[in-house]
Every structure is written in C-alpha cells, then in structure tokens.
C-alpha cells in the first residue's frame, strides 16, 4: 500500500494506491492520505505481519488498523522529520513531531532503526523496542566493475578529478557545502538526482554539472567511475548513497555524524569530515584529488567493508534475528521452505 500516483504493479506484485498530497515547499514528495480500504485490504490479504516503512500518516494509520485486527506489526523508522524540519525553518514543531512519533512507533510490536545513531536517537526521544536493521546494498549493480574510461572522459574531458553526488536536490541534502570544491579548475562536480533546490544549486556552483535522476545501470556505472563521492548533508539516518560508493570502490567522504558512522571508517575505507568544523570537508577533498594512490587504496577497501552487506544477508537477519519475537510463524515457515 503506497501514495498514488504511481504503478499499480511492480513486478509481480499488486500495488494499492491511495490519494496522497505533495509538501508545500517539496511537492515530490507525496503524503499518503489514511483511507477507509486500509482494514478491509489487509483482512482480505491477511498479512502475517505488516511492515510499515517511516510510518507518519498512511503507515500510522495501517499500524493501527493492522493493531486492531490482532497482525504484528514492525515499523522502519527512515526519515529524521525532525531534523528535516529544522532545516525548513521549522524548529517549533521539534517536539510535536516527536510526540506524534513516539504515539505511531507505540502501535508496533518492533521498530527497526537504519544506525547506530537513529537507533539511540529514537530512544532519547521515548521510543522503545528499538532494534538496529541496516539497509542491504546490491552488490552486481554497484561494483568496481561498472567504471567507464569513456563516461569519464564525457564528464570531464580536461581530465579533471570527478567529484560526484547523489541524493534529492533539497535543503536538508545541505549540497552549497560544495561550491568551494565546485570552484576549483582541476575538479568536476557532478550531481545527481532533482529535487526543489536544483535552480538554486545550478545558479551557486554554474561550473557543476547536473545530470537529474540517474538509476540503474546508468547510475551503477556513475558510482563506479566518480574519482570522489562527497556526502555533504549532516542529517542521515542512514545514507545508502555512501553505501552505493563504497560497493562501486569509490573514495569516500562523509560526515561523521548519523548513519554514515556505521559505514565510513576514518583512513580505512574512506575520510569522515566534523560537522562542527565545516572547512574539513574541503581539506578532505584537497587530499583525495591530490592522491590517486590513496583514493584506489581506499576504493579497494571499501568495496570490501560492505560485502556481507547484500540484500540477501539483510533479509537473513530480518527473519532470523528480528521477526522471531514479532511474528515466529513465519520464521518457521521460511525455514521449512529451505529446507524442502
């Protein structure tokens, strides 16, 4: 169940649409709107367990409706409203959007936090039976192999190092804190994605370069040839971005605060940079473009760092470690089924 407009199908599997509205200040992104078919779909579906992803409006209301049929319930917390809040202005609804959060994590037996740091983030705020779920990676899409001579050379054809980011063109992404490196004549900056921060962006760094949305193997093969993938925003509950590099082999530069910690190794598989001190992101930039030896060093690491890290080995912990105490029965069920 997800916000229309959208596919109604994705591979074979049956989508249910609902109406939703765009934000004000970010009209992308739809907000699914609670709807009165929610009961009678999962009493006709007769789920056992509801798996509700960054539950705010339409997930709430399916935990909720998921509580009153007596299914267990797993809730994935995502997205840190309060952080993106604050970086709209909006300070003053810090603590209405933590009591709304703590009242929808309530209705799950389980929530699954992305990091180390969202995890002791949503208990500082109340919120218990907090577990620690990383996301999985697809290891064949992002891999070192996937690095193009030619697309380089497409990207910067002065032979210039390719600094790259990825992610929504939005304020909380904080992308401004790369118009010094964007400014320097020997490194390309490319961005990837779109968002309602894009004409701003391609005004304040007009020597970047802008591709929009990019999936697949086209935004495989973009991973793997960056020089360089700079995350610049401080408020990740995870980032699968970085993890994206790191499965391509690429250098990686990350802040040390939020989900990146749980993924970036200072000097071993990347360079973290301190929020608090924003000129760190710069100086490490200057010593990846100045050493191409250290950036392969850190790619072949890398790579290696989120190995165990594929979609298969997440799900494995989701049934074995996590849903036993949720939903035991299907944990009992997909062992059965493996070993048939």
Known sequence: MAPGPGPERHNTTPV????????????????????????????????DVVYAAAPVVLGAAGLLAAKRLGIPRVAVFQTDLAGFARRYHLRVLDSSIWAWLRHVHAQANLTL????????????????????????????????????RELHSQLAPNGETIVGFVGRLAREKQIERLRHV?????????????????????????????????????????????????????????????????????????????????????????????????????????????????????????????????WEAVMDELFERHLPGVAPTVTRRRRLRRAA
């Not at 939703?20 to 006709?44: H, K």
């Not at 969202?118 to 992002?142: C, K, N, Q, T, Y």
């Not at 360079?271 to 100045?290: I, M, Q, S």
């Open 182 to 310: 964007a400014k320097r004549r020997d490194v390309k900056v490319v961005v990837v994605g779109d968002g309602p921060y894009r004409n701003h962006l391609e005004r304040l760094m007009p020597k970047a370069t802008f591709l929009g949305v990019r999936s697949g193997a086209e935004l495989g093969a973009l991973h793997a040839t960056f020089d360089i993938f700079v995350h610049p925003g401080i408020d990740e509950t995870f980032c699968q971005a970085v993890q994206e590099s790191l499965a391509s082999g690429c250098s990686v530069v990350a802040p040390a605060q939020g989900g990146p910690l749980d993924l970036v190794r200072h000097r071993d598989n990347g360079l973290l940079w301190t929020p608090g001190v924003p000129a760190t992101l710069d100086a490490a930039v200057d010593e990846l473009v100045a050493s191409p030896m250290e950036r392969m060093r850190l790619g072949r690491t890398a790579r290696q760092s989120v190995e165990g890290r594929s």
């Open 16 to 47: 249910v649409r609902v109406r939703s509205v765009g934000l004000t200040a970010y009209p992308d992104l739809r907000v699914g709107l609670p709807i009165g078919r929610l009961t009678e779909e999962l009493r006709r579906f007769q789920p």
């Open 113 to 148: 936090a992305p990091s180390t740091a969202a995890a002791w983030m949503l208990r500082s705020h109340g919120i218990s039976s907090v577990a620690l779920w990383p996301r999985g990676v697809d290891l064949e899409r992002f891999h070192p192999h996937h690095a193009s």
